[in-house]
């Protein structure tokens, strides 16, 4: 197994539970190098100093904050340390609070927390009572000098710690005019999201552009070539032509809704035959 990135533990009242992080996401999107065009040599990025113009080792370079155009300041590991917050190795959970009341926005990067030796007992007790609680356990933590704010929760008996944005971090969502719709509209609307309802299946979604790249880049290094594809964008619907939309993708649904349910139940008959003796 991996090896946890943070080991600590989680905090409410006076119970303490043991727990390692591990990582809960990857990123499966090709990474590339860049190269020159003529020969197709990978290329190497300088450190090059603004002012002669003359390449810089990391052993001279330093981080700094422009305060003003042009003027900097110069931060050493000491300035870091000293604005760090104390170095933690506990996850406080503040307050529990509504999961539902959460906005989506808050959401960061999800890990999981799993039990450090012999803490299995309090952790699945915690994780049981907070999946039937319908609530998040919300936490600050410091992981890599960096204080984080986030929410624990329970999937399938293991307790996810999620990062969260703080408020300051969310950009204020931009105004637009309410257009006046009509009841008939609403209702329309409200018929076409019944009927293409359905039940929250992760398993059925995936990432098709990550393939089909894959399937370019290995065609070119077989000295293929793939044929390009162009597509049309797809215009705005008309206000004019809102309410005939409506009623020709509720056509469509119903008429896909019902095309499924018969395809079912044929395969249900099937499998009912008994064979012939």
């Known amino acids: 197994m991996a090896r946890p990135l943070w080991k600590g533990s ?7 539970i ?22 197709l040599s990978p290329i190497s990025l300088e450190r090059v100093c603004q002012t002669d113009g003359k390449a810089v080792a990391w052993d001279d370079l330093v981080k700094g904050y422009e305060v003003e155009k042009g003027r900097f300041v110069a931060l050493t590991e000491d300035d870091f340390k000293t604005a760090a917050i104390e170095r933690s190795r506990s996850i406080d959970i503040q307050a529990f609070v509504p999961l539902h009341d959460i906005d989506v926005r808050y959401w960061d990067t999800p890990y999981y927390a799993l039990p450090g030796k012999g803490a299995e007992h309090a952790y699945n007790l915690f994780a ?33 710690v999620s990062t969260m944005r703080f408020e300051e ?46 399937k370019v880049i290995k065609a070119k290094a077989a000295g293929k070539k793939m044929p390009a594809v162009s597509g049309k964008p797809t215009p705005p619907t008309k206000v004019v032509d809102l309410m005939a939309r409506l009623k020709e993708s509720l056509a469509a ?25």
């Open 10 to 16: 989680i905090s409410f009242g006076l119970v303490n």
């Open 18 to 39: 043991p727990v390692e992080l591990f990582v809960g996401a990857r990123d499966h999107t090709p990474r590339f190098r860049l190269l020159h065009r003529t020969d």
């Open 128 to 160: 049981q009572a907070l999946d039937k609680s319908g609530r998040a356990g919300i936490a600050k933590y410091v992981m890599r000098q960096r204080e984080h704010l986030a929410a624990l929760l329970p999937v399938n008996g293991c307790l996810v």
């Open 169 to 214: 971090d969310l950009v204020e969502v931009p105004h637009t005019t309410r257009a006046k719709v009509s009841a008939q509209e609403l209702k329309l609307a409200d018929q076409l999201i019944s009927t293409l309802a359905g039940e929250w299946s992760p398993h059925a979604y995936h990432d098709d552009y990550v393939p089909a790249l894959m």
């Open 253 to 277: 649904a119903k008429k896909g809704s019902t095309r499924s349910t018969s395809a079912a139940s044929h395969r249900r008959a099937r499998r009912g035959r008994r064979p012939a003796a």
